[in-house]
């Protein structure tokens, strides 16, 4: 079964940046779809971003457009999110999701994706 590893969260002022991974043991990431989703207490979980098989079908949710950067080191296994200019409403425990890749892109829908990492905390505040 494919494991998912989330790391890189933490505690970080306003305006500053973040690099969360993604890493998986026995597959290549190569062959999913990836997503990061986040889920703050008392919300339902909100999907950040996913990326299909290319930076080309990498997709954002809204609130973290221009912001966020989704994308894969295929040599390390690993997909990357790349967090800058941190809000407090970013604070939330994030989440790397994965579905075996059946087309070139995703969707960035809890739904979409069977397997699930435990989470890492980020905590923006002053």
């Known amino acids: 079964q494919l494991q998912l590893v989330e790391s890189g969260g933490g505690l970080v002022q306003p305006g500053g940046s973040l690099r969360l991974s993604c890493a998986a043991s026995r597959f290549s990431l190569e062959d999913y779809a990836i997503g990061w989703f986040r889920q703050a207490p008392g919300k339902e979980r909100e999907g950040v971003s996913c990326i299909g098989s290319s930076d080309t079908y990498a997709y954002y949710g809204d609130s973290v457009k221009g912001r966020f950067t989704i994308s894969m080191n295929n040599a390390k296994n690993t997909v990357y999110l790349q967090m800058n200019s941190l809000k407090p409403e970013d604070t939330a425990v994030y989440y790397c999701?994965?579905?075996?890749?059946?087309?070139?892109?995703?969707?960035?829908?809890?739904?979409?994706?069977?397997?699930w990492g435990q989470g890492t905390q980020v905590t923006v505040s002053s």
């Open positions: 999701a994965a579905r075996p890749r059946l087309s070139r892109s995703c969707v960035l829908r809890p739904s979409y994706f069977g397997s």
